[in-house]
């Protein structure tokens, strides 16, 4: 279930506020920095869950397998260029 901007807003300057020992006077200061939060997940297009990115990495996995596999060989230098 994904939560609306304000909903999830609200939840994480809760949790910032708990995190801090519950501050008074300090509300807005959270509310504002999970509004940053929320607007860095939105720039970055980052899943609040995270699937989105567990689902590239897995993507990514598959496609280095393959291109190891039809990777040319690096072939070693010779003695005599070494020697050079």
Same mark, same amino acid.
């Given at each position: ?10 939840? *994480?300057?809760?949790?910032? %506020? $708990?995190? $801090?020992?519950?501050?008074?006077? *300090?509300?807005?200061?959270? %509310?504002?920095?999970a509004?940053? #939060? ?16 567990? #689902? ?9 397998? $393959?291109? #190891? ?13 070494i020697?050079?």
């Open positions: 279930m994904f939560l609306s901007k304000d909903d999830w807003i609200s939840q *994480r300057a809760y949790a910032l %506020w $708990e995190a $801090e020992g519950r501050p008074e006077g *300090r509300g807005e200061d959270h %509310w504002q920095q509004a940053r #939060e929320h607007q860095l997940l939105e720039l970055t297009k980052a899943s609040l869950d995270g699937r989105d990115m567990i #689902e590239r990495l897995r993507a990514m996995g598959r496609l280095m397998r $393959e291109t #190891e596999t039809d990777a040319t060989p690096v072939r070693e230098p010779s003695k005599r260029s020697a050079r």
